[in-house]
């Protein structure tokens, strides 16, 4: 299996404009986890779902920030609009058996 | 609430040394104890993962234990590699949720 696959690896884009991050589970998991990671508050958990349904999305910063997961093997954070303090590292993983499986982060860079 | 504190934030050992990183959290009722290791720009890979009905999980040179009751994890690393310098996190699991400690930064010196 390619383990959990993310893209872009790297984004950097001006205040403002939307951001959209994807990201593919490892196939027959059925949870997925979307986290940032920052110096300042090490990694924070964002939003998860099981079985494409989002369970817990308190970790969500603002109404900016927006997520779905339309399938079992894709899911998509969106940021709209972006603003410098959201530069950060944003890590999915996913699990079946509560171990969760982290795919390469995308960083993000909003100048 | 949950929270998960690693001390220290860093740490630095002579290759060869065994050594053990912490982690205590404050909410006992867990489902598991996960510890990851970081490196530099990467993401994060699972080393050991202990449910909450085990006391110790080994996987080679590593050696994870849990005592719910103290809230206490360690993770003992057996004659340390400059291969070994990364961060460590460790992770509670509770309610299909996990959070995260900040991590040890781990520096072996060769």
């Known amino acids: 299996d390619a383990g959990v696959i993310q893209s872009p690896r790297h984004e950097v884009t001006e205040m403002g404009q939307e951001v959209t991050l994807r990201c593919k589970p490892i196939s027959g998991h059925d949870y997925l986890f979307w986290y940032r990671q920052t110096m300042m508050r090490g990694l924070e958990l964002l939003i998860y779902?099981?079985?494409?349904?989002?369970?817990?999305d308190s970790g969500m910063p603002e109404d900016r920030f927006s997520a779905k997961m339309p399938n079992a093997s894709f899911s998509t954070l969106k940021i709209q609009p972006s603003e410098p303090r959201d530069s950060a590292v944003y890590f999915c993983?996913?699990?079946?058996?509560?171990?969760?499986?982290f795919g390469p982060g995308t960083r993000l860079t909003v100048t | 609430k949950q929270e998960v504190t690693q001390i220290p934030a860093a740490l630095s050992v002579p290759e060869g040394e065994n050594l053990v990183l912490n982690c205590s959290f404050t909410?006992?009722?867990?489902?598991?104890l996960q510890w990851f290791r970081q490196d530099p720009g990467k993401g994060l890979t699972s080393l050991l993962l202990?449910?909450?009905?085990?006391r110790e999980q080994t996987s080679g040179r590593l050696n994870a234990s849990l005592d719910k009751s103290s809230g206490r994890s360690t993770l003992y690393i057996a004659a340390s590699q400059p291969g070994d310098s990364a961060t460590y996190l460790c992770?509670?699991?509770?309610?299909?949720?996990?959070?995260f400690g900040k991590g040890t930064r781990l520096h072996i010196l060769p």
């Open positions: 993983a996913s699990s079946v058996t509560r171990e969760q499986y």
């Open positions: 202990i449910q909450s009905s085990q």
């Open positions: 992770a509670v699991n509770r309610d299909d949720k996990i959070i």
């Open positions: 779902f099981n079985n494409n349904v989002p369970i817990d």
């Open positions: 909410d006992s009722a867990i489902y598991n």
